[in-house]
């Protein structure tokens, strides 16, 4: 299991899953000692291994060599996000979670960038989560979030909750419309 951050949304089931696969191995690049805060049966602590890896190392060694940690431009908790090479998918957490599913029957991706929202929607949502870019100087997150976007283009973007957003240019609207509510780009 690869694990993005401490928040329990992110590894508030691995003790689950540890009691029913004893050998589970997980992986994170966050340096915060994970086993300690899975829930296991008993309250006993777990021994299941935490490979801690760095932002940049890729995966080969789980057998995922096309799969890249980086580092998210938006993060608490010492986040991470995935790269996955081969399809030039990035796996991300709460950054690109706008696009909510409104019944069961949702399909999954979204390709048309009709749909986007707008920039101060956007705006509001990230708020609600990351309150603090409210006050943030937001040049140098503006320049991390300049950098990953230089190094990748997404052809889909995987948000921890949501609909994927898929297509070429679909996604770099989406990251536009993203940089624009952030950063007040004129993009």
Same mark, same amino acid.
């Given at each position: 299991?690869?694990?993005? =951050?401490?928040?329990? !949304?992110?590894?508030?089931?691995?003790?689950?899953?540890?009691?029913?696969?004893?050998?589970?191995?997980? &992986?994170? @690049?966050?340096?915060?000692?994970?086993? @300690?805060?899975?829930?296991?049966?008993?309250?006993?602590?777990? %021994?299941?291994?935490?490979?801690?890896?760095?932002?940049?190392?890729?995966?080969? !060694?789980?057998?995922?060599?096309?799969?890249?940690?980086?580092?998210? /431009?938006?993060?608490?908790?010492?986040?991470?996000?995935?790269? !996955?090479? *081969?399809?030039?998918?990035?796996?991300?957490?709460?950054?690109?979670?706008? #696009?909510?599913? !409104?019944?069961?029957? #949702?399909?999954?991706?979204?390709?048309?960038?009709? $749909?986007? =929202? %707008? /920039?101060?929607?956007?705006?509001?949502?990230?708020?609600? +989560? $990351?309150?603090?870019?409210?006050?943030?100087?937001?040049?140098?997150?503006?320049?991390?979030? #300049?950098?990953? $976007?230089?190094?990748?283009?997404?052809? @889909?973007?995987? /948000?921890?909750? *949501? =609909? &994927?957003?898929?297509?070429?240019?679909?996604?770099?609207?989406? &990251?536009?419309?993203?940089? +624009?509510?952030?950063?007040?780009?004129?993009?």
């Amino acid at each position: 299991m690869y694990s993005t =951050r401490i928040e329990l !949304e992110c590894l508030g089931n691995h003790g689950l899953i540890i009691n029913e696969f004893p050998n589970s191995q997980i &992986v994170t @690049a966050n340096v915060v000692p994970q086993a @300690a805060l899975f829930h296991v049966s008993g309250f006993r602590s777990t %021994s299941a291994p935490v490979t801690h890896m760095r932002m940049g190392d890729n995966l080969e !060694e789980f057998g995922f060599p096309e799969i890249q940690i980086l580092q998210a /431009p938006l993060r608490m908790l010492g986040t991470s996000w995935l790269w !996955e090479r *081969g399809s030039s998918t990035l796996f991300t957490t709460d950054s690109f979670n706008i #696009d909510m599913f !409104e019944s069961p029957d #949702d399909p999954i991706f979204r390709s048309n960038s009709d $749909f986007i =929202r %707008s /920039p101060d929607f956007i705006r509001k949502t990230l708020l609600q +989560k $990351f309150d603090w870019l409210a006050l943030a100087d937001m040049d140098m997150i503006k320049s991390d979030w #300049d950098l990953l $976007f230089q190094r990748v283009a997404p052809a @889909a973007i995987a /948000p921890i909750h *949501g =609909r &994927v957003q898929i297509g070429d240019e679909h996604c770099q609207n989406v &990251v536009r419309s993203f940089a +624009k509510a952030l950063f007040h780009d004129a993009c």
